[in-house]
């Protein structure tokens, strides 16, 4: 399935919205993987969900990230509430609001419920973390060449 649409500008409002949410490479890598038997529903998802409600001015995107993050813990939804921890943090979320959150929906969704959810929202936060000191100390590395090349005046190889 293409990443877009073209004709249909509730999908491209949706998938615009989902790449800002979601980080663009995941959703070309989920849109990439789709069948013809599931496009029907990964294009009404992408409209409805996506291109109507998530671009809805009610609510702003750090509150609807914090509202899936209840709703995939109740319904023990572990694949998408991986992706939505990443998209709550993307949507300006802090970790003791995820965490808040999660502890919150505990006490209404049930210890099991909660507890895989503190799992998968502590792994990923914990790949996100490493993510961001990987790319801190790439850029580190190229501004200690930078430094390196200017006082010297010869690029390193």
């Known amino acids: 399935m293409s990443g877009t649409n ?3 500008p509730r999908f491209e409002q949706g998938m615009r919205v989902r790449g800002e949410v ?4 995941h959703v070309e890598r989920s849109m990439a993987q789709v069948s013809d ?3 029907p529903v990964q ?3 992408t409209r409805a969900c996506w291109g109507d409600v998530w671009s809805r001015p009610g609510l702003d995107r750090r509150t ?7 709703m995939l813990t109740a319904l023990n939804r572990s694949h998408e509430l991986a992706v939505h921890v990443r998209g709550a943090i993307t949507n300006g979320a802090t970790v003791e609001e ?3 959150t999660l502890l919150h929906a505990t006490v209404y969704c049930g210890a099991p419920a909660g507890l895989e959810a503190f799992r998968v929202a502590e792994r990923v936060l914990e790949e996100i973390a490493g993510d961001e000191a990987q790319r801190s100390s790439t850029t580190d590395i190229a501004g200690d060449e930078a430094q390196r090349s200017s006082t010297t005046g010869t690029a390193e190889s």
């Open 6 to 8: 073209g004709t249909d």
């Open 43 to 45: 294009e009404y998802v």
């Open 64 to 70: 609807r990230s914090l509202l899936n993050l209840v």
């Open 22 to 25: 979601l980080g663009a490479a």
């Open 98 to 100: 995820i965490q808040e």
């Open 37 to 39: 038997f599931s496009r």
